[in-house]
């Protein structure tokens, strides 16, 4: 199975959010990371863009029905036709979450990200308790990568 | 149709916010609302007693499929069955969400009845851009009464 | 807690149909059930009519985000948000389903009542291996009956 | 994007139906399509293990919330978190759904699809008004294909 992390944001970013999103994408892809997004535009579209050009795979969990809603970056579209829950199910579809900027959409993704359990690193997002800071993409993947080794050591030690 | 208020917060809640909840229940009920919520323990519990001993109408969206999780004082259970994406339901059952103290699952309900455009009156709770503060249950009930009566006046000077 | 029972069937059905939808409304509610149902026209419509002209409560667990697509007779919506997949929240519902013809929409429910191990009733509706027939709505309540005083039964005997 | 066809069918299945699913599984991969599917045992996993044989891609869109119920066959395992309502997503993932044996889930499966306006192919599964009967995996592709050159004469004669 591969691995796979979720990158939430807002569908309305500027330009410095989108920069560091898309080197978010592809610093992921550069890991070997399956990037999971709600697979429309603003962050999630820069963050596709990147992951694809970096050869990556990228998917895209809508809330319509209609897979041509897609970023044209997606290349696995699932038209959950949830509306709003798929915010759940993109939360919970990798195994850290990875918020950049972003409104309510995004917020209630932390949120519920938060609630599963998993880690969410912030960049210029909401400030909420929980949340791993990270000025830029590239600290987000130092971080993501310490995530990483720390659950290593753990199975090493615990068992 | 009989309208509706999503009530929603902790499982987890200290004396003085399971009273505001039971205030809150209770205004409720004698207002002519049905209350919904997430249908467990804590805050949700508190605001359905309230309001079924003030002989109010209580629902509780489930995040599983047995009712038997539903606390003793909802009257129509709903097991969903959908898990945490139910929050997404809970949050867009009423014309207004009031939330009173809580934890990520509040968060992510919060933020997703914002996302949906309705009215978030808030005690004790996160304090997020686009939430009503309010004291406590009587305050914000004032609150949501003020809300009723600007969309009456709209009514009648829009349409 | 009150009990419930979900009625599915066609939102395009014939009188005969209708009739027998509306019968199962007055039924239900005259048995003290909740009747919850996807809260649209047709079948759903007819039974919730019976359902209130007799004093009783009815759910609509409709698929959109707009509690205004309820049919009149809704008494509580509930504007889900999350399309077709709220079949599987419409069959969870209830203790027992009972459908009244119907279709692929109405299969899709009979046949995740059937997956939650939950007793299905038909009338005039899919002839599906599990459905437990019935010719009309008065034989559908008598069999529901017997679905009980069997479950008290099993109680007296079994706990 | 990537093309997506969905895979259903039973959890439980005889040596034949795994037999046809897996060589299923291995002609979708060599048509360059995605298999979605729900990401279990049985007709699940031996389409995913002939589609990954033959080079292809495997989603598995799961009901629980653990990643490690996917079968070992699923590349891209998406823990929805939704129960049995993932059902939806499974028949809304493809642009045509084929189905293998199967039980009461895999009829939910086939009736969403066809709800959806699908094209739904069955191998030895339930017989349903709609959908189109292959006598095997090989069959069932011949028929895959004529849908697709259907579509792209519609395309060059429609617009």
Redesign the interface.
């Known amino acids: 199975?591969?691995r796979?992390v979720s990158v939430i944001g807002g569908h309305r970013a500027g330009p410095e959010n989108l920069r560091e999103a898309e080197a978010l994408g592809r610093g992921l892809a550069e890991r070997g990371f399956?990037l999971?997004c709600g697979g429309l535009g603003g962050v999630m579209e820069a963050a596709c863009r990147g992951a694809r050009e970096a050869g990556g795979?990228t998917?895209g969990?809508l809330p319509g029905?209609d897979?041509g809603e897609?970023n044209?970056w997606?290349?696995?579209?699932?038209?959950?036709?949830?509306?709003?829950?798929?915010?759940?199910?993109v939360?919970?579809?990798g195994?850290a979450v990875i918020a950049v900027d972003g409104?309510?959409?995004t917020?209630?993704e932390i949120?519920?990200a938060?609630?599963?359990g998993l880690p969410v690193i912030g960049i210029g997002t909401w400030e909420?308790e929980?949340v791993i800071p990270a000025a830029d993409a590239a600290r987000a993947l130092e971080i993501l990568d310490g995530l990483d080794s720390r659950r290593r050591e753990e199975r090493s030690v615990g068992g």
Chains 1, 2, 3, 4 share one sequence.
């Open positions: 199975m591969k796979m399956v999971a795979t998917v969990i029905t897979a897609a044209r997606v290349e696995i579209a699932l038209p959950t036709g949830i509306g709003l829950a798929r915010n759940a199910v939360a919970r579809a195994e409104s309510h959409g917020l209630s949120a519920l938060l609630n599963f909420i929980g």
